[in-house]
């Protein structure tokens, strides 16, 4: 039998399929005039907010190039973005100004990007962990208020949420026995597994059986399959209650 896949969103009900996106409300782009009128007699508005920190996070990152729109205020909340020409810059209120750019851009606009359950980036995009051997692995990645989504020329953009980026994280993230995700954290809706394909091994979270690991043999540790650090298991087994549902 085909295993049938859907994913969560933060409220528990099934994401939307890739690009697929559920609109909040028309986006809105704005003017001089917009921003002059709020200064005059809207203090509070959160426009007068959002144009310096986007201006300031453009001068951080001044890669990304000229403004290609103008400031536009997204659906119908207090959430703003602007375009450049390698990438582009938003804002929220809850989470500040974060640029988002190539692949994973890419990517979370693919499942519907800010609308998702992936919702606003939290970090810009930052740069893969030094790996075991020296030199920093080539590729990126970028939190979300839902997950993260990690890049790398080898696999390409993998979305990873829910109990299975947080038991990754707690093995370490990339620098882990597991490695990198190959593809997207999915949901198996005919068993209820959460589960996470990773370079190494596998992330499995249900609410009957809680967190599974297993790793895959590799061609430094051939007998290796299924074998985790100790220490690993030991933190597994004390922290399964608080991976418990509703905990």
Not at 27 to 33: E, I, K, P
Not at 104 to 120: P, R
Request: without cysteine; glycine residues 12%.
């Amino acid at each position: 039998m085909t295993e049938r896949k859907m994913r969560l969103t933060r409220d528990g009900q099934a994401a939307p399929v890739r690009g697929e996106v559920r609109s909040t409300g028309r986006d809105r782009a704005l003017s001089w005039s917009d921003f002059r009128t709020a200064v005059r007699y809207d203090p509070a508005n959160q426009l007068l907010v959002a144009v310096p920190a986007i201006s300031a996070k453009r001068a951080e990152h001044s890669w990304l190039g000229k403004a290609v729109a103008p400031h536009t205020r997204i659906g119908a909340g207090e959430m703003y973005r602007r375009e450049y020409e390698r990438g582009a810059v938003y804002w929220s209120e809850r989470t500040g100004a974060h640029e988002v750019h190539g692949p994973i851009a890419e990517h979370w606009h693919g499942v519907g990007a800010e609308t998702s359950f992936l919702g606003f980036p939290t970090t810009d995009e930052q740069a893969l962990a030094a790996s075991e051997h020296g030199g920093r692995m080539a590729g990126g990645f970028a939190h979300f208020e839902g997950g993260s989504i990690y890049w790398t020329p080898a696999h390409g953009p993998a979305i990873v949420y829910g109990m299975v980026r947080d038991i990754w994280a707690l093995l370490g993230w990339e620098r882990s026995a597991l490695g990198l995700p190959m593809n997207d954290v999915d949901l198996v809706a005919d068993t209820g597994v959460l589960r996470g394909i990773f370079e190494h091994g596998t992330v499995e979270w249900s609410s009957s059986t809680g967190p599974v690991v297993v790793l895959s043999p590799s061609a430094d540790r051939p007998s290796s399959a299924g074998a985790l650090d100790p220490a690993i298991e030991d933190t597994l087994d004390r922290l399964q209650p608080d991976f418990a549902p509703g905990s």
